[in-house]
C-alpha cells in the first residue's frame, strides 16, 4: 500500500491575518506597526491590533514579549518585526 500524502493549499497574503499585540506607550509596538502595515498593506494581507491593557489574557500570555505578531493565530516573532520575515511568511 502507498502512503496517501495530504496536500495543503498555501493561502495568499489577502486570505492571512496578521495580529499586532502591544501596548500604547511602547516604543518598539509602533515600531513594529510600521512593518505590519507596510507589509500588510502591500501583499494585500488583513491585520489586527490588540492592546493587553485591555485583555487579562493577552497580558498574562504576552506581558514580556510585547509587541507579539502572530500570524492566522500562530506567533510568528516578537520584540522586533523582520521586514523581509513577514512578507516571506505571508507570501507562503
Known sequence: MSPIFRRTEKKKPA????TLIGKPGCHLCDDAQQVVEKVCGE?????EKKDITEDEELHRAYWE???VVLVDGEQHTFWRVDEA???RELAG
Request: positive net charge; charged residues 25%; hydrophobic residues 45%.
Open 15 to 18: 486570505e492571512r491575518t496578521v
Open 43 to 47: 501583499l494585500g494581507a488583513a491585520w
Open 65 to 67: 514579549q510585547i509587541p
Open 85 to 87: 520575515r513577514l512578507r
